[in-house]
C-alpha cells in the first residue's frame, strides 16, 4: 500500500535520449511535486501541480516538463538529456487544508552517460 | 534570499547519548517546518511537522522544537540507537502549497 510511487526506480541512459519518469499517488492529494536532490545531497523544487494544474516552475531547463493527467499523477518528461540532468529525482505529494504536510516517493536514480 | 542552514554537516555519537542536530532560516516568516530522515539510497521519510503557530512536536523519542522569532529549529533525539543512523533534512515552507526549501542534512553515525 504504497503511498507515494516512482517507477524506475533506476534510469541509465545515453546522453541525447529523451526518457519519462512516473508517480502517482494514492493519498488522496490535490498537490504533488518533483524536486530534484544533486551529487551533493541537496534537494530543490522544479516543479509543482494543483489539480492537474502548474502552480511552481523554477527555473528549470524546458527540456523538462512534467506532464499531470489527473490529480493522482505527475510524470517528468526529459529531453536530449545532458550529463548535468544525473541526480535522484523524487516525487512529492502534500495534504490538503493546514497542516501543509509532503510525502515523498523513493526516488529515481537517473545516470547520464 | 530564503535560505535553510543545517549544523553540524555531521555528527557521530555512541549508542544510547541524547543528541541534538540544529536547523536555521534566514526569513522567519514560515508556514511551516518539517523534519525528514533519508537511509542512504531511500526516500524521505517525514519524521515531524510543526505548524508557524506552534513551539514543538514529539514523536516518541524525538522532539522538535521551534523558535520563529531566532529563526530557529531543533531536533533532539533521546536515547540514540544505531538505527537512528541516517541522514537528517529540515524544511520551511513560506505559503501554503509552496514549495519546501531544504537545508543540507545532517548525516547522523550512532555507533553500538
Known amino acids: 500500500d504504497t503511498a507515494v510511487s516512482q517507477t524506475p526506480k533506476y534510469l541509465v541512459t545515453q546522453m541525447g535520449n529523451d526518457k519519462s519518469i512516473k508517480c502517482e499517488q494514492n493519498?488522496?492529494?490535490?498537490?504533488m511535486y518533483w524536486y530534484k536532490q544533486d551529487s551533493k545531497k541537496f534537494l530543490k523544487i522544479m516543479f509543482s501541480?494543483?489539480?492537474?494544474?502548474?502552480?511552481i516552475n523554477e527555473t528549470v531547463p524546458n527540456r523538462f516538463s512534467p506532464k499531470s493527467p489527473d490529480k493522482a499523477h505527475l510524470n517528468l518528461h526529459i529531453n536530449s538529456l545532458e550529463l548535468g540532468d544525473s541526480a535522484v529525482y523524487f516525487c512529492?505529494?502534500?495534504?490538503?487544508?493546514?497542516?501543509?504536510?509532503?510525502?515523498f516517493g523513493p526516488g529515481t536514480r537517473l545516470t547520464v552517460l | 534570499k530564503q535560505e535553510v542552514t543545517q549544523i553540524p554537516a555531521a555528527l557521530s555519537v555512541p549508542e544510547g547519548e541524547n543528541l541534538v542536530l540544529n536547523c536555521s532560516f534566514t526569513d522567519s516568516a514560515i508556514y511551516n517546518l518539517q523534519w525528514f530522515r533519508q537511509d542512504p539510497g531511500k526516500g524521505l521519510t517525514s519524521l515531524l511537522l510543526?505548524?508557524?503557530?506552534?513551539r514543538e512536536q514529539t514523536s516518541g523519542r524525538l522532539n522538535a522544537s521551534l523558535d520563529k522569532s531566532s529563526g530557529r529549529s531543533t531536533l533532539y533525539i533521546a536515547a540514540s540507537q544505531p538505527g537512528d543512523s541516517a541522514t537528517y533534512l529540515c524544511?520551511?515552507?513560506?505559503?501554503?502549497?509552496?514549495?519546501?526549501?531544504f537545508g543540507q542534512g545532517t548525516e547522523l553515525s550512532v555507533k553500538p
Open positions: 501541480y494543483n489539480n492537474k494544474e502548474l502552480i
Open positions: 512529492a505529494s502534500r495534504t490538503s487544508g493546514g497542516a501543509n504536510e509532503q510525502f
Open positions: 493519498l488522496g492529494h490535490d498537490t
Open positions: 510543526i505548524q508557524s503557530s506552534q
Open positions: 524544511a520551511v515552507i513560506y505559503n501554503q502549497g509552496g514549495k519546501l526549501i
